[in-house]
């Protein structure tokens, strides 16, 4: 398991702390990821040991896909919802310890309070931008290839098992 910055999302015995390059001899370069990763899983089905095997995409790139057009009518919309969501939740925080006992007046003015400041933030922001960046995107790191490292111990073992693999002699469950 790994944190969204690729580290491990806990330290595990024995491997490293900082950022390191890896090390390894190459034992297999894949298209996508996810044939570097079958290989693996394969390498795992045959009882390798994968602790010496390490996947490494080469050649990165940030790939931004555009969602959508941005428009006042959209950001006006998004900011309010955000702030209902915000101000429904201070609203119900405040009508659980309000000493007034139960009522929605807490919560309508939560979230009353909470879509004007949605709103007004929302404009704010859109506003300075001045029309720079009218879109909405989501963000990808991808890379060019992905190659399969392997200890020099293993390294010959885990090449005849994956060439078994590309030749198809070997079926994958």
Do not use: H
Not at 25 to 48: I, K
């Amino acid at each position: 398991m790994s944190t969204p910055f690729g580290g491990p999302a806990r330290s595990a015995p024995g491997l490293p702390n900082l950022p390191t390059p890896p090390t390894g001899w190459p034992v297999g370069s894949y298209a996508t990821y996810e044939e570097a990763q079958r290989a693996v899983d394969y390498l795992a089905d045959e009882d390798f040991p994968v602790r010496d095997v390490t996947i490494v995409g080469v050649d990165l790139m940030l790939v931004e896909r555009i969602v959508g057009r941005l428009t006042w009518g959209r950001v006006l919309l998004s900011g309010a919802a955000s702030g209902a969501w915000f101000g429904l939740f201070v609203g119900l925080l405040l009508g659980l310890f309000s000493p007034t006992g139960t009522g929605f007046g807490p919560i309508l003015v939560g979230l009353a309070s909470g879509i004007v400041f949605g709103l007004v933030f929302a404009a704010v922001g859109y506003g300075a931008s001045r029309g720079r960046r009218d879109f909405t995107s989501a963000s990808q790191m991808v890379a060019g290839r992905y190659d399969v490292l392997c200890q020099p111990r293993n390294a010959e073992k885990a090449r005849e098992l994956l060439a078994k693999l590309a030749m198809g002699t070997k079926t994958i469950t």
